[in-house]
Nanobody
Framework: QVRLVESGGGSVQAGGSLRLSCEVS?????????MGWFRQAPGKEREGVAQ????????YYADSVKGRFTISLDKAKKTLYLQMDTLKPEDTALYYC??????????????????RGQGTQVTVSS
């Protein structure tokens, strides 16, 4: 069983930064193939934001956040991060951490991952 708990959301002005964290409760990360972040804004569909594979250092981003967001994984702490810089009002959403034990190709698959957390709210004001 995998449990994911996000933290680090909050309110920030446009141009600011936030770092989201996701603590992973599992016997070993080796049971997972990849992890990621997705978001959902009110009235909008879920959007895959970033993806990272567990066993090799490849990361993928949605075009909307490329160059501004950075996903990383601290295996020793079993914690996934999302560093968000140069935030825009359109980044306002509920952000979810997700994980999957099966191979998934493409950041757009992150909302479909088999495990997800409860979400953390990010609000960016103009």
């Amino acid at each position: 069983q995998v449990r994911l708990v996000e933290s680090g959301g909050g309110s920030v002005q446009a141009g600011g930064s936030l770092r989201l964290s996701c603590e992973v409760s599992t016997d070993t990360l080796n049971n997972l193939d990849s992890m990621g972040w997705f978001r959902q804004a009110p009235g909008k569909e879920r959007e895959g934001v970033a993806q990272i594979y567990i066993t090799f250092p490849s990361t993928y981003y949605a075009d909307s956040v490329k160059g501004r967001f950075t996903i990383s994984l601290d295996k020793a702490k079993k914690t996934l991060y999302l560093q968000m810089d140069t935030l825009k009002p359109e980044d306002t959403a509920l952000y979810y951490c997700a994980a999957d034990s099966q191979f998934r190709l493409g950041v757009n698959t992150v909302p479909l991952f088999e495990y997800r957390g409860q979400g953390t709210q990010v609000t960016v004001s103009s």
